[in-house]
């Protein structure tokens, strides 16, 4: 069975430190790992797709790497506006799996 | 602007009612999925369509139904079976479903209070 696990559940950074949030993924040929934020009450945002290990994918203070195993989202001198919950999800017989996500809190 | 639709943001039943959820994309997207989002938890599948006219049971179908008349919309019902509706519920759509793998673009979102 398709599974992803993200951690930390929770990170409290303060504004300008750098940090990353992992998912780690078990899936019979993966098609596809995408990252989500998501901000309180509303819908998930899409923000990058990764197909294949040692892909990497750049996005203001955002990058996104992909192993045979994981993914990282790297955040990069984070703002208070970068608080948000990011979700993880990957694809494989022709469903997406999530992971629970990692609430994001920037301090300023 | 192309984009999704959930209405209404808010609903609130009582128990023993069937309420309809309401998704609209004027994305020209062939797929579109219904998930259903709970404190602590990952996104689960209820419900998706790759095309008109077609649709099939994700991981937790029991107690809900759709339909998939237009391309544009894709209706979820809450009925009366479902033992715990009280979540936050969410559509998406995508350029196409099956083989490949295309991003899924998400609407607002329905809160559903049950009492």
């Known amino acids: 069975e398709d599974q992803v696990t993200q951690s930390p559940e929770a990170l409290r950074l303060q504004e300008g430190e750098s940090s990353s949030l992992n998912c780690s993924y078990t899936?019979?040929?993966?098609?596809?790992l995408f990252w989500y934020r998501q901000d309180p009450g509303k819908g998930p945002e899409f923000l990058f797709t990764?197909?294949?290990a040692g892909e990497e994918k750049e996005k203001e203070r955002l990058k996104a790497t992909l192993t045979k195993k994981e993914s990282f989202l790297h955040i990069t001198a984070p703002k208070p506006e970068d608080s948000a919950t990011y979700l993880c999800a990957v694809e494989g017989a022709q469903k997406l799996v999530f992971g629970q996500g990692t609430r994001l809190t920037i301090n300023p | 602007d192309g984009g999704i639709t959930q209405s209404p943001k808010y609903l609130f039943r009582k128990e023993g009612q069937n309420v309809t959820l309401s998704c609209e994309q004027n994305?020209?997207?062939?797929?579109m999925y219904w998930y259903r989002q709970d404190p602590g938890q990952g996104l689960r599948l209820i419900y998706y369509s790759q095309i008109v006219n077609d649709f099939q049971k994700g991981d937790i179908a029991e107690g809900y139904s759709v339909s998939r008349e237009k391309k544009e919309s894709f209706p979820l019902t809450v009925t009366s079976a479902q033992k715990n509706p009280t979540a936050f519920y969410l559509c998406a759509s995508s350029i196409q479903g099956g083989m490949g793998s295309y991003e899924q673009y998400f609407g607002p979102g329905t809160r559903l209070t049950v009492t």
């Open positions: 994305l020209n997207h062939d797929a």
């Open positions: 899936v019979s040929g993966l098609r596809g």
């Open positions: 990764l197909y294949s």
